[in-house]
């Protein structure tokens, strides 16, 4: 029996435009490191970045709390996390370690277990930060590439997706209000028109046909949304410039990464992705904020054996 496992999962974007709660990807922009060790009694976390250290709180601690109970684990486990998922932006950052710590449980105490159930584990973690449990990053973060997310029961389907397709992300440099998630979720609005809910629906069948078809371009101009992101765009100052700056620039669809502030552009590796990034940019500096822009590709998942 091994003693202590170290885990990295990767940052993640869900939605992808109208596949809100259903969507996510796994993107190689960041990652966070999960490092468990067994110890006598207690659940610990050491972290220098600033997240909630009492297991309660943490998306991690959360995890490991409750597969320790589940499992009947005696003794006590230490969790060490380095974060390098920025917290709060939109990129799946408690979800980053809630799968790492999921996938490190899994190993440390041989539990082989299979997909949907790391991430029904790991989105359980989730209520440390959302306040409730869901699935989309998770998914994205512990198994990689595209996921889509069913529930009662959950079943999540994983598709590979195409070698070309690229990510330009705009990080904004502003402050993150405490629950952003919940503040987020209680804009978009309660009853939505059947006509709106048409024109989502067939977006996101869209999305999944390109990911099926390894066709980024299908992908790209599929992520449209005319529910969630309409009712949530007031929250990212700069946000209509830094859509129309991205797709001038050549970006093929342009939304907001999960709950936000960060935008992402969907695009294809022969675009000019620097050139997308810098527009993002100037859309931002048009509201006087500075972001970091990154360009990435998708990612593998923190269960997946290839990392
Ligand atoms: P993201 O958009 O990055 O997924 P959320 O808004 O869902 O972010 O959650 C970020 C909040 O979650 C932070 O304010 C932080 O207090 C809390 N949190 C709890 N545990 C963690 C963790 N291990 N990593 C990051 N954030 C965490």
New binding site residues.
Partial sequence: MISKITVKAPSSTANLGPGFDVFGLAIDAFN?IVTLTKTKNGISIITD?N??TNPE?????LVVKNMKKKFKIKGGIEIK?K?G??????????????AAATVAFDKLFGLELDGNSLVEFAGFG?K???GSVHYD?VAASVLGGFVIVRTNPLDVIRIEPPTKLRMCIAVPKID?P?K??KVSRGAIPKKIKLTDSVLNLSNASAIVAGFMRKDSDLIGNSIKDVIVEPARQHMIPGFVRVKQNALKAGALGVTIS??GPSVIAFTKSSSDLKKINSAMSRGFASANIECQTIICKPSKGAADKRR
């Fill in positions: 966070d970045d997240i909630p709180n943490n998306t991690a601690g996390i974060k998922i920025p917290a709060g932006f939109g990129m799946g950052s408690s979800a980053g370690s809630a989730e440390a930060s959302a990053n993150i405490k952003k998630t999960g709950a």
